[in-house]
């Protein structure tokens, strides 16, 4: 695929108090790929996650050695608005939206902190999910769960995003609503080129929507491989994630 849009070497990540996160961690992403990150509860997931959309700062975090590279240039110590103005969007754990603001605001805020020529609109929200159209006035806190992950969708969407990082996007949500959500990630990967970095301690579920994927436990990535190669070989990957066996999954979701 050429040149990888994203690419992290020999990551370390330590919070204040020590808690040593990622140990020399290095994934990559190219345009328009579909890639995963899978491992159990404290591998390190989320911390991988704020390092790439550089809101390690924002948490007590150090990156103490290694670098992130993004579209050639490297953005280890950007500001998180700097990497939202260049296309790194977050769909965080917990969706992040406001509770007590409308749909509509809650849209709004993204698109303020864009320059204009990486704006999307309103409409475009309203035609990807016409649920929060009608909902548009509501306050977010009062919206579903899937809803609410709707609208972290649309609004990570709205930002025209070259990469976007999804962090346990399907954290709470039923299958069918997951489903949708990723058929919709998926569609945009493809037509317009954008990656999409899906983080996610369901294994299985990764697994199915991913061109390919890293195992991370213990702050290592620990095996790699295409989600094919993982899913039907992964023996010690499944041991990794504490689960039996992962052959045979695919009509699980």
Known sequence: MGEPLLEVKGIDVAYAGGAHALREAGIDISAGERVGIIGANGAGKTTIARTITCMTRSYRAVVRSGSVHYDGRDITRWPAHRALRNGIVTIPEGRGIIANMTVEDNLRLVLVALPRNRRGSLTEAWSMYPVLGE????????????????????????????????????????????????????????????????????????????????????????????????RHGGDMTARYLGIEDLAGTEELL
């Open 135 to 230: 909902r548009r006035r509501s306050m977010a806190g009062l919206l579903s769960g899937g809803e609410q992950q709707m609208l972290a969708v649309a609004r990570a969407l709205l930002a025209r995003p070259r990469l976007i990082v999804a962090d346990e996007l399907s954290l709470g949500l039923a299958p069918k609503i997951v489903k949708d959500l990723l058929a919709g990630l998926s569609l945009r990967a493809a037509g317009e080129g954008t990656a999409v970095l899906l983080i996610e301690q369901a294994a299985v579920l990764s697994l199915q929507f991913v061109d390919r994927a890293y195992v991370l436990d213990h702050g290592r990535v620990v095996s790699t491989g295409t989600s094919d190669e993982l």
